[in-house]
């Protein structure tokens, strides 16, 4: 099968590898529709982890193949892949801290060498202890819907990670698709949201998704702005879906006492900010981190993207055949104006 094999920082290599052997109690899928991630894209970017790789987890496909042992899922059934799954019986899960699991860490979708999601490749392999998040797509919806449910798990985690009440005012700092989906899902849980950005077409998208107010992030009179909009209460909370230390100064100073300042993006270890440590303290803001998914949200994230109370649809902006993975990947890490979510399709999906 060909694959677009990971051999060192921005390098990928479209390759012949084998197709992934199963056993009997896995599931063989063959791959229709594979997002972009950054996760992936700092990955692959930074060298960050030795080769070789195929890597891909946003993932929608159609069962190929099901071990003997394998119940519940048949050949022909499409369906969305989930690459980590948590043991539920650790300390970290039983603090529903499932991203610190160490059997969440393992990744249980492959398409060869040291698992990485496989997306990336025409079949994957899909592993016995992540089978619980393979979840079966509805006639109606298409497998870009599919593809779409890991990232729309990850931000409804980080929306319930926020205290808020019906008509709170939040900031959304990013209106890449990341950021578009945290103002739909906002929205839809009754709070008005401020989007900001730079990029004017992202701010038209955040406008039809619910945002409530509109601005550059980069605008000077910005807390001007959330001054009149808040009546000089100041935010209720703050998200920062873009990987900019200095919006974790500006949005802790935006937020009301006892506010919550939520980081999305600051994946990059190392990375330091100035904080006012008085406000933590004294003023009780709070600042809040969010990674990863949650599995036993994945049911939840499957309804709102299959009933289209969030349509992710209009966010797919750009697909790319497997060939030109590395084409997609640069897109997707160097966003222009009229480029959202990218995504990479077998050509016969």
């Known amino acids: 099968m060909r694959a677009v094999v990971y051999r060192g920082a921005n390098d990928l290599r479209l390759e012949e590898v084998p197709v992934p052997r199963i056993r009997s109690d896995e599931l063989l899928v063959r791959v229709a529709i594979c997002g972009v991630c950054p996760t992936d894209i700092k990955k692959i970017q930074q060298g960050a982890l030795p080769p070789p790789r195929i890597f891909g987890h946003e993932t929608a496909g159609t069962i190929a193949r099901a071990g003997a042992r394998v119940r519940g899922f048949a050949v022909g059934e499409r369906v969305a892949l989930h690459h ?3 043991c539920l019986a650790c300390h970290a ?3 529903r801290a499932f991203a610190q699991c160490n059997v969440y860490r393992r990744t249980g979708v492959t398409a060869g060498f040291e698992p990485a999601g496989g ?3 025409q079949y994957v ?3 016995p202890f992540v089978l619980p998040g393979v979840v079966k797509l509805p006639a109606r919806n298409d497998f870009l819907e599919g593809a779409m449910l890991e990232p729309v798990n990850t931000v409804l985690k980080a929306v319930k990670r926020l205290s808020l009440l019906p008509g709170d005012r939040v900031l959304v700092a990013g209106q890449g698709p990341i950021g578009l989906l945290f103002t739909r899902l906002l929205a839809l849980r009754g709070a008005a949201v401020l989007a900001t950005d730079l990029l004017a077409p992202r701010l038209r998208a955040a406008r039809r998704l619910g945002a409530q107010l ?3 992030g980069d605008d000077p009179q910005l807390a001007c702005r959330v001054e009149r909009w808040t009546r000089g209460r100041g935010l209720d909370a703050a998200v920062l879906a ?3 230390e200095a919006l974790v100064g500006q949005a802790q100073a935006l937020v009301r006492g006892a506010g919550q300042v939520l980081l999305f993006a600051n994946t990059r270890r190392g990375d330091t900010a100035t904080l ?11 600042l809040l981190g969010s990674y990863s998914s949650d599995f036993t949200l994945q049911a939840e994230a499957a309804r709102l993207v299959f009933s289209r109370r969030l349509d992710v649809r209009p966010l797919i902006t750009h697909q790319f055949p497997l060939p030109a993975a590395a084409e997609a990947v640069r897109l997707a890490a160097n966003p222009r104006p009229d480029s959202l979510k990218v995504v990479v399709r077998q050509m016969d999906a």
């Open 242 to 244: 873009a990987p900019s």
């Open 276 to 286: 006012d440590l008085a406000a933590v303290c004294v003023d009780e803001k709070d």
């Open 125 to 127: 392999r899909v592993m």
């Open 93 to 95: 899960c039983r603090h």
């Open 84 to 86: 980590h799954v948590p």
């Open 119 to 121: 997306g990336y490749a």
């Open 214 to 216: 509109l601005a550059r």
